[in-house]
C-alpha cells in the first residue's frame, strides 16, 4: 500500500515518522511525505528527527517531496496540514488520489471530512482525529511533549467502519495507539470539546494550560465555554455524556502546567491560526441552531485581528 502523510508538522511528523519507521523499505508499504521548504530539505538529507517520550529516532520514508508529479497515486493517505491549508492542499494533490483512495484528515475541528469531500468527490473520505502535543523544533526536527499519542477514525456507522479494519491493523502494527469507531462524531466532538475552549482561551490571554485552570475566572470561563460546545453539539444531534465537561476538565488538569496548544503557540509566533475552525466555527453554527454562545463571542472578539 502506498501511504501518503500530508504536511510533516508535529502531527504528521509523529504518526508518519511511526510509519516510516516501521515500514519505509523495499517490501513493506511505501511511506510518502508530502513537505516543504527548509524542513523538507533536511528530511531529505539526515530523515525526519523525532523526540518523543517513548524514545528518540531518525524515520525515513521511501519519498519525500513537495512535487505532486513524483508522489505517484496514494492508497491511504493522512491530511495532517493546518485546517486553513486543508483545501488548498487538496486541490494540488488531486491527481495523487483516485476513487478507491481513502483519505483522512487530522486536524482540529469537526467538519473537515466534509470540506475534503467537496474538493475530493470521487475519493473516499472518512473521519480522523488525534490526541497528542508535538511541535516542529527546527527543520526535520519534531518534539513530541504531551498528550495520550491516540489516533481515532471511522464512520459513524459501525457496519461501514469495518471496512476500514485493514487500515487499523497498519496503524497498530505500526506501534500507534489507534481506535476505529462507527460512532466518529462522538469522537470529534469530545475532541472540539477541549480544543476549541482550551485553544480559543489560552490563544486569548496567553496563558498555558495550568494557568487557567490557577485562575478561578479564567477556569469559569473555560467550563462555560464547554458547556456551550456541548450545547452546540446537542443542537447537530450530537449527544455527549452528561459528564463530559466534567471529564474534559480532569483532562485537562492532567497536562503539564507549561503546556500551550497549537493555537496560542501560532498567535505567539505570529502565524495564522486556526481561529476559523475552532472558535468562528461555534459562533457561527451557535448563532444558525440559535444556540447562545456569549462566552466565545467573547474571546472571538479578542482574537480576530
Not at 8 to 13: K, N, P, Q
Not at 165 to 174: F, K, R, V
Not at 257 to 267: A, E, G, V
Request: charged fraction near 25%; aromatic fraction near 8%.
Amino acid at each position: 500500500m502506498r501511504i501518503a502523510v500530508v504536511g510533516i508538522g508535529g502531527v504528521g511528523g509523529y504518526f508518519g515518522g511511526k510509519l516510516a519507521r516501521e515500514y519505509a523499505g523495499p517490501e513493506k508499504h511505501e511511506i510518502i511525505f508530502i513537505a516543504r521548504g527548509e524542513h523538507l530539505k533536511a528530511i531529505q538529507q539526515r530523515g525526519l528527527q523525532l523526540f518523543t517520550r517513548e524514545g528518540d529516532y531518525v524515520a525515513w520514508p521511501n519519498i519525500a517531496t513537495d512535487d505532486p508529479s513524483v508522489a505517484g497515486l496514494f492508497d491511504l493517505a493522512f491530511f495532517c496540514v493546518k485546517s486553513y491549508s486543508l483545501e488548498s492542499s487538496a486541490l494540488s494533490l488531486k491527481n495523487n488520489i483516485h476513487r478507491n483512495t481513502v483519505v483522512i484528515p487530522l486536524q482540529n475541528g469537526v467538519e473537515s471530512a466534509e470540506r475534503l469531500r467537496r474538493v475530493l468527490p470521487d475519493s473516499d473520505v472518512i473521519s480522523g482525529s488525534v490526541y497528542i502535543i508535538t511541535s516542529v523544533d527546527g527543520p526535520g526536527i519534531v518534539r513530541q511533549t504531551d498528550g495520550a499519542c491516540k489516533m481515532i477514525f471511522g464512520t459513524d456507522d459501525e457496519k461501514s467502519s469495518e471496512k476500514y479494519s485493514p487500515i487499523l491493523d497498519i496503524l497498530l502494527q505500526a506501534k500507534i495507539d489507534a481506535r476505529l469507531t462507527g460512532k466518529i462524531s462522538e469522537a470529534l466532538w469530545t475532541k472540539y470539546l477541549l480544543m476549541c475552549p482550551l485553544g480559543s482561551l489560552t490563544a486569548a490571554t496567553g496563558k498555558t494550560y495550568g494557568a487557567l485552570l490557577a485562575n478561578s475566572d479564567y477556569r469559569t470561563m473555560l467550563r462555560s465555554m464547554m458547556e456551550e460546545v456541548v450545547a452546540v453539539a446537542q443542537a447537530q444531534n450530537v449527544h455527549l455524556p452528561e459528564n463530559a465537561v466534567d471529564k474534559t476538565m480532569a483532562m485537562v488538569g492532567r497536562f503539564d502546567f507549561n503546556s500551550k496548544t497549537s493555537m496560542q503557540l501560532d498567535r505567539e509566533k505570529g502565524r495564522q491560526t486556526e481561529v476559523d475552525t475552532l472558535t468562528a466555527y461555534i459562533c457561527r453554527v451557535g448563532h444558525e441552531t440559535g444556540v447562545p454562545t456569549p462566552v466565545h463571542d467573547k474571546v472571538y472578539r479578542q482574537l480576530i485581528p
